[in-house]
DNA sequence: TTGTACGCGTTATCAT
DNA sequence: ATGATAACGCGTACAA
């Protein structure tokens, strides 16, 4: 599999399209009328240097001239063109975040984060979905690389992925992973999965519960890890052993939560207790608690991560690990413009941000009649 | 390692145009020494000119000859510098999505939807939230004009800011609107909200409610109208009339929902049934409803739109309009992109996305008591 | 069919 | 302190 990196303008209008596609015109492709740093000059009786030291605020500018300009400036209503720039060697003030679908509710937080961290510095923020599949994230890395992106935010789907370490490295701008890690020397910024996951483990098992089902995603990246750390590390505590049977982390779709509720709830030997730790999981596993029967909670207590509206508005109220998606991008945004600024030295920093326990209806001792059977 | 000519202060050169911004000092930087066309040429043994009409698919080019560059271009990794094609007229294959806060579910959604039409073509897209502050949504659209954005998706807070619509003027670029309409021949999509909102009343009615609150936001958008119209016509063709002081359309934030259901739910003739048309204000409206210790459907009915997660997965589930507004992101980049490459004649067109009524479980005849009360 | 040369608008260097 | 001018990399008339 060789990777094309041929240009391709599938929409020329010029050119013969894909389709049969005639165009109304045959437009020319130059831009013909925009105004210029020469006109400006010579509005103001200065030349085309003078006026590049103005708005680039060169110390060596006569407030007498900077004024001149700046009125002529205003007067043509000029603005320097970003591909002439660019030419010069002027970063483009633009950043890319590859995730995996805008839609979940957790990027769509974290694009905030960003957006907001990255506009106050004038930056473009441009959203980049892969909807999970590998090769995209390595196509969208490219193609924001080639658009001159000075910098990018990474959530990929496997942090092992071959293809996308080379496509990283070879990209020379740098990169923040959100909620993921890579085995490069890159920043990252993620929640405190391990404390986060240690505090409802040890909390559900301080109520009792022996057998507590984790469900999640991602196996193989970060969170997962971090999860199962904080609910392995609760279970040692509390000398109670953990059932592999019981830990179900292959994916944060819905789907995947609503049929492994349905089979850890199927169990003879069933979960009086389940962590639901992705924010679409929950209501696969409301849905599969809801159909066999169960009550919470009464039959199963239930904590969820992150913390959602859902959560919060349901009956009974779901108890919920929280931490902020805003925040995270917000960090990462900030850690990616200093990366870009050379603000810091080199070496990879890892950012970390609180996850908080969020205690409400959904937890309650677990029923003796379920608990002892067998 | 690091190419780092570059020994002044946290660079940030001036991009500000003609406005005053801050910016600390001058870049004095180089891009690192990069593979051009000239190479290319060069190990193909061709010219440059060869090397771009290849690589533009040019209809003159010897089979042999483009193998050759092609194979060049492979072994190189070469791609054409975006920044010198921006100065030869070739579109920056970017367009803009300007909207309040990407946070809320709907324009995350629209915005998948438009960044699939886009990417499928090659475009990226940038997000630019406006948190409803409309001198942002001015500067926003300026800075994306002089970034070379090739066309803009624009949710805007008041369809009749002045200040907008000169902006929106003087880019030279399409602009298509996302469920608003402006005093100018632009192309719009939006939900049949008319149709939407008078299914759902034409049902309260058809139930004997006499008293139906609607709560919405934007009052002066079109989103509002269609609906006071639909909610309008079912009461007129039913012969009740409309009482203006259960038509609450200030805002689209949950505190209105919230706030507002409790002053409706406090009248002295309280109303029967409610509306709520807006994403976000549902679960104020809920919160309010649970506070005022009325249960639904008994004391009080419950429309809501759009169709949610949360009125799926809630207790007892609330009847809802339902309309796509992936769909609608999509469709509106699709016919932003017809307006970049001129595939249709000029002249606005309206784009409408259909609405269905789910019926669920949070409707039903209102209590007579309450009704008759007074 | 392919090579050559010009120009796009800006920034940086060198003179003045 | 300011003017003049050389790149930057590509697209495309025009020449061959």
New binding site residues.
Partial sequence: MHIDTTVKKPESP?AAGPAPEKAPTAP??R?SK?V???DV?QEA?????????V??H?????H???ERVMAAVKKLG????V???G????PARMVGFVFSDIRNPLYSHMVKGAEDALSEKGYMLVVASTDGRPEREVALIQLLTRRRADGMLLTVQEETNAALLQTVQLAKVPFVMVERELALPIDSVGADHLNGTYQATAYLLSLRHQRIALISGGRNNRVARDRLAGYTKAHTEAGVAVDPSLVRMDSFATEYGFRETQILLGMPQRPTAIISSGQRLLSGVLEAIRMKGCEIPRDVSLIASNDTELARLITPAITAVRYDPYAMGREAALQLLRRINHEIPEGAIRIEVPTEFILRDSCAAPCVKEGSRA
Same sequence: chains 1, 2.
């Avoid at 000029?78 to 063109?81: E, G, L, Q």
């Fill in positions: 010029s020319r492709r831009r925009s210029t740093a020469n000059a009786g200065v030349s085309v240097g003078t006026v590049s030291r708005v680039n060169a110390p060596t500018v006569t007498e001239v900077r000029w603005a320097p063109d591909s002439a720039q030419m010069r060697g002027v």
